[in-house]
């Protein structure tokens, strides 16, 4: 499964060929509906400045946008048929919403009642039939790119361990590791290779289309040569980490050196995109702040009921921000107000009992979040990014992770890709992978990677995946 990188971030191609079938699914449904409600396309009364293309293509960007928010883009999504199902529904539940804002803001994209209905019908039964023939079509051979991998030691095991599942070998499929007679073999005996005749003539024999380089030691017999032949030949070359940011939209940190940070196509940052940055941080926390403030209100509401008119709303904390800089961070608060009463800083927990009733509910739905649109516009943190974290716990981690400082090159953010791809972190292993996850974040940012995790974020939000 072939992918192309839009604005440095890795987008599969069978899933992008996808969305464009269930694009014209939806164009085509409104125009079938229009024929059954009408007997015509061209329904009397309509407005020329809105004929019913365009109609029909704002009602699929509209689903195809809820759709992306459910997850039914990810490659990686396990869930089978049912979860699929559910998903869609509740997609077109979302899109139907959006289409209802978008009918009173420009009435003359309104799409009657009656067409309305049927398109919808006919919609969700060819999304469900599309999905169908996908999903079986997706873990098909055909698809997969054939993967050697060159090296069967420690570094060539990550992919044994960390890509075990059918769902992460989607868009690959491994023919075997090469065997490296200067290291040692880790991977299982029957997954190596030992190929006396050069590289290039097996992977032409084998219909190899890419080969990682997973060579722990490359000072000593690196075949660079052969791989020059490869690469000059037609056949992809990549190193394994750039193999694994690809494939887990992560940046491993085992396998990170220094020299691929310096060398790599990502981690700037130009003024075009700290302007452009700033905009859309000023636009996305006054648009959300127009829609959110009846659940901040909630929140308050809740908050002097649980604990009395006198209770404080806020909760500031210090937090790490932009280049190592302290701020202080404002939320709803719902934990008690002597949380912390021994004075030292602590992970929440799972079913933390220093969390309210109240706090509960704002925290599983992100709510107690809504106040940092407020530093947003401060500007000590940006609309996405990292999580902040608190300045005892940023000492403790640089400490015993390598590279964690490295997240704060750019301003902290509400949203970000860690949050979206791994759940709460409660402990120095879970700050451990959410820093790979960062990394990917800093090396590619770009204001369409920022729209992408805000409409993705709907689904942690729905769901309340991660929250404690």
């Known amino acids: 499964m072939s992918s192309i990188r839009i604005f440095k971030h890795h987008i599969r191609v069978p899933y992008l060929i996808l969305g464009l079938f269930e694009l014209c699914a939806f164009i085509a449904a409104t125009h079938i509906g229009a024929l059954i409600r009408f007997g015509t396309l061209e329904p009397t009364g ?4 809105s004929p019913l293309i365009i109609r029909a293509l704002v009602l ?8 992306i928010a459910m997850g039914l883009y990810q490659a990686r999504l396990r869930e089978g048929l049912t979860g699929m199902l559910i ?55 055909i698809l997969k790119r054939r993967v050697l991998v060159l090296g069967a030691g420690r570094r060539a095991n990550n992919i044994c361990q960390r890509l075990r ?83 887990t939209g992560k940046i491993e940190l085992e396998l990170l050196h220094p020299s691929w940070m310096v060398f790599s196509d990502g981690f700037s940052q130009s003024n075009l995109r700290t302007y452009s940055e ?42 790490v921000g932009l280049n190592g800089e302290v701020f202080d961070v404002l939320k709803f608060r719902s934990m008690r107000i002597d949380a912390e009463k021994s004075g030292q800083a602590q992970w929440a927990t799972q079913n933390d009992p220093r969390i309210t009733q109240t706090g509960r509910i704002i925290r599983k739905y ?18 996405v990014g990292p999580r902040p974290e608190r300045p005892e716990f940023v000492a403790n981690l640089k400490e015993k992770i390598s590279y964690y400082d490295e997240r704060h090159r750019i301003k902290p953010g509400i949203a970000g890709w860690a949050q979206l791809c791994y759940p709460y972190g409660a402990s120095d292993n879970d700050a451990k992978h959410k820093l790979e996850y960062d990394l990917y974040y800093v090396k590619n940012h770009s204001l369409f990677l920022d729209i992408l995790i805000l409409i993705q974020t709907v689904e942690v939000i729905l769901f309340g995946k991660g929250a404690r």
Not at 46 to 49: G, K, Y
Not at 373 to 379: D, E, F, M, P, R
Request: aromatic share 12%.
């Open 366 to 383: 992100r709510i107690d979040e809504l106040p940092q649109i407020l530093n947003v516009l401060k500007g000590d943190m940006g609309f």
């Open 60 to 67: 699929g960007a509209a689903f195809i946008i809820s759709m």
């Open 87 to 141: 998903r869609s529904a509740i997609s077109f539940l979302l899109g139907s919403i959006i289409l209802s804002l978008c009918f009173f803001l420009f009435p003359t994209l309104l799409i009657g009642r009656g067409v309305f209905i049927v398109t919808i019908t006919i919609a969700f039964l060819s999304i469900v039939c599309i999905r169908w023939c996908f999903t079986r079509l997706v873990d098909e051979k």
């Open 46 to 49: 309509q407005d020329p400045a």
């Open 165 to 247: 599942r059918k769902s992460d070998r989607r868009g690959f499929s491994v023919i075997g590791f090469m065997h490296i007679s200067s290291e040692a073999d880790i991977v299982s005996n029957e997954l190596i290779i030992s190929h006396q005749g050069s590289l290039l003539e097996y992977a032409v024999d084998n219909k190899i289309d890419e080969i990682v380089v997973a060579v722990d030691d490359r000072r000593k017999n690196f075949p660079i040569n052969e791989l020059l032949d490869c690469k000059l030949s037609g056949i992809e070359v990549v190193d394994i980490l750039t193999f694994f940011e690809r494939e």
């Open 278 to 319: 700033r905009l859309f941080d000023i636009v996305a926390s006054l648009t959300l702040l127009c829609f959110a403030w009846p659940l901040m209100a909630f929140a308050i509401l809740g908050i002097w009921l649980e604990e009395g008119f006198k209770a404080p709303i806020f909760y500031r904390q210090r937090r």
